[in-house]
């Protein structure tokens, strides 16, 4: 007899890849990408170069890297919640 399937550490491993290609990895790409546009919407759309002070961002660099990083964690924690039990479930196939 010979199992058919794969192993359960396999599926939590390609799961877990899946996540941080899928959901990780576009989400920072595009925070990342989008936050030098914040001077530029501030200066060209709003005109604030005239009336007002150029934009800085009132809360430190640090915090927002915390928030970021805390929302990942979250979703990995909701992702492997949802995952972990059908894992358990799973039985891998017998062949003769």
């Known amino acids: 007899l010979y199992r058919v399937g794969a192993v359960r550490g ?3 491993g390609i799961f877990t890849f899946e996540y941080f290609l899928v959901i ?7 925070v990342f990408a989008s936050l030098p546009l ?3 919407v501030a200066n060209f759309f709003l005109n604030t170069q005239s009336y007002y002070q150029t934009y800085a961002p009132g809360i430190p660099a640090w915090t927002v890297v915390l928030i970021i990083l805390g929302g990942l964690v979250i979703s990995m ?3 492997l919640l949802a995952l972990i039990p059908a894992i358990y479930r799973y ?3 017998k062949q003769e």
């Open 91 to 93: 039985k891998p196939v």
């Open 77 to 79: 924690l909701g992702w």
């Open 38 to 40: 914040f001077g530029l």
């Open 10 to 12: 396999q599926i939590l």
């Open 24 to 30: 990780a990895l576009p989400l920072l790409i595009t």
